[in-house]
Structures are given as structure tokens and as C-alpha cells.
């Protein structure tokens, strides 16, 4: 009977596992109640170039942070003061496939 190892994580190739660094945060750093979508400067730290709300896996914050960010940005796109789409230059179409036009 063949014998089974646990599997180990690699991180690409013949790169050693680091231990994960704990990341924290920013709006419970800095102490924030509740998010304010008027705030845009602090939203934009949370929306991707596409205007794409950042997963809680990126952004790094927390569970209760994350659902107040993301109903703020859904207020301050609703009120114009964030964009819904980034505009999109015209050689930019990652999508690929067949150009239509």
C-alpha cells in the first residue's frame, strides 16, 4: 500500500513557504465607526482601476468594514460621486476573441 504524505504548499516554483503575514485592517487602524460614502478619497482605495469593489482577500479589510465599503461605494456610485465603469482605452480589450464593428 502506497504511503500518503500531506501535501505541502509550494509558492510557484522552488520557492520555500513563507508563513503568511497578518494583515490588518486600515479602517479599524484608524478607527473608523462607520464608513462615510462622501468620503471618496477613502472609497477609491477599495475600488480596482476597473471600478471594481476589491475583495476583503485584497483589500485586507475586515468582514464588518467590508459590507459598510461596499454599500458606501454602492451610495456614492448611485449619488455620481464614484464612477460604475472605468473608462476603457481602445486598444485595451482583454477580452480577446473576434472584434465585432
Do not use: W
Amino acid at each position: 500500500m502506497a504511503k500518503s504524505k500531506a501535501p505541502t504548499r509550494a509558492r510557484g516554483k522552488n520557492r520555500p513557504v513563507s508563513p503568511a503575514r497578518r494583515r490588518y485592517c486600515h479602517l479599524c487602524k484608524e478607527k473608523v465607526d462607520e464608513v462615510d460614502y462622501k468620503d471618496v478619497a477613502t472609497l477609491r482605495r477599495f475600488v480596482s482601476d476597473r471600478g471594481k469593489i476589491k475583495t476583503r482577500r485584497v483589500s485586507g479589510a475586515c468582514r464588518r468594514h467590508q459590507r459598510q465599503l461596499a454599500a458606501a461605494i454602492k451610495n456614492a456610485r448611485e449619488m455620481a460621486l464614484l464612477p460604475y465603469v472605468a473608462a476603457v482605452a481602445a486598444g485595451d480589450d482583454r477580452r480577446g476573441g473576434r472584434r465585432r464593428g
